[in-house]
């Protein structure tokens, strides 16, 4: 457990990023809500690896929130002209 707690940002940013991804190809999901729920998501998995502690909290919104400025990053970084 003390690997996640010391961890846990970079194990959420990846986690969001994968739900991210997998809504963003699910046609029953509005993609301009990919990243609140993603920050929502985020911020549960924060408290949870984190502790119950706003710093665990906040940081674990904007890990979530930040997995979709990185996948939009990687789309832009790869996309062809």
Do not use: H
């Not at 301009?32 to 690896?49: D, E, H, N, S």
Request: proline residues 2%.
């Amino acid at each position: 457990m003390e690997f996640l707690q010391e961890f846990y940002m970079p194990i959420v940013l990846a986690f969001c990023f994968v739900i991210g991804a997998a809504l963003k190809k699910a046609s029953f999901f509005d993609d301009r809500y990919i990243p609140l729920l993603m920050c929502v998501i985020g911020c549960v998995f924060g408290a949870i690896a984190g502790g119950f502690n706003f710093t665990a909290i906040a940081s674990g919104g904007i890990s979530g929130w930040a997995s979709t400025g990185l996948d939009q990053t990687i789309k832009q970084l790869t996309k062809s002209e």
